[in-house]
């Protein structure tokens, strides 16, 4: 069954709000890794959270790993159209391989 | 110009044919990936090589074969027992198994008609 979930799987912002997706497991998390796939497009790696309760920021993007190490959140400040994509978390579950949650589509409207 | 390549970008199929998907990789990396992408849907783990001449089944392997005869290279072939083929085929690589970056291909797009 499905060990990664992503909420929302869809939103829709208009250019200059905010948008957050967020990334939960039943189990506990050895590390999590976010990508973002443009439409058409291949996946591209953001960024990697190792620590319980680490939180790293990329110019608007901030990624924060949950204190439990079994949650992660993306948030992105005052959007633009560049951001347009599918948003995924990749889970890496101790002692198993990769496990790609279900992303987060994202639209911004100019 | 280092990088993960894959051909070809589009693929047509007749039913009840095999065909394989080319992976190439210049990045010196000992790990490669196959996943499939349905559309609105995520990344599901086919097959993945720790190293060559090793190979390991994924989540979905039915239907599925792969080889790595050599470091750069991990063919996907997608026989006709796989009962739905359409789908959108992604390679990646990375230095070595476990938590470590993975790199993308620009993927192949497989239509059977």
């Known amino acids: 069954g499905q060990q990664v979930m992503q909420i929302p799987q869809y939103q829709h912002v208009q250019e200059g709000e905010d948008f957050t997706t967020y990334c939960n497991s039943s189990t506990t998390l050895s590390n999590i890794q976010w990508y973002k796939q443009r439409p058409g497009g291949h996946p591209v790696f953001l960024i990697q959270?190792?620590?319980?309760?680490e939180v790293k920021k990329q110019k608007r993007l901030t990624f924060q790993f949950g204190e439990a190490k079994k949650n992660s959140s993306l948030h992105i400040t005052a959007t633009q159209t560049t951001d347009v994509g599918t948003y995924f978390c990749?889970?890496?579950?101790?002692?198993?391989?990769?496990?790609f949650g279900p992303g987060t589509r994202l639209s911004v409207l100019p | 110009d280092g990088g993960i390549t894959q051909s070809p970008k589009y693929l047509f199929r007749k039913e009840g044919q095999n065909v394989t998907l080319s992976c190439e990789q210049n990045?010196?990396?000992?790990?490669m990936y196959w996943y499939r992408q349905d559309p609105g849907q995520g990344l599901r783990l086919i097959y993945y090589s720790q190293i060559v001449n090793d190979f390991q089944k994924g989540d979905i392997a039915e239907g599925y074969s792969v080889s790595r005869e050599k470091k750069e290279s991990f063919p996907l072939t997608v026989t006709s027992a796989q009962k739905n083929p359409t789908a959108f085929y992604l390679c990646?690589?990375?230095?070595?198994?476990?938590?470590?970056?993975?790199?993308f291909g620009p993927g192949t797009r497989l239509l059977v008609l």
């Open positions: 959270l190792v620590k319980s309760g």
């Open positions: 990749a889970a890496i579950i101790y002692g198993q391989n990769f496990v």
């Open positions: 990646a690589s990375s230095i070595d198994v476990g938590a470590k970056t993975q790199y």
């Open positions: 990045l010196n990396h000992d790990a």
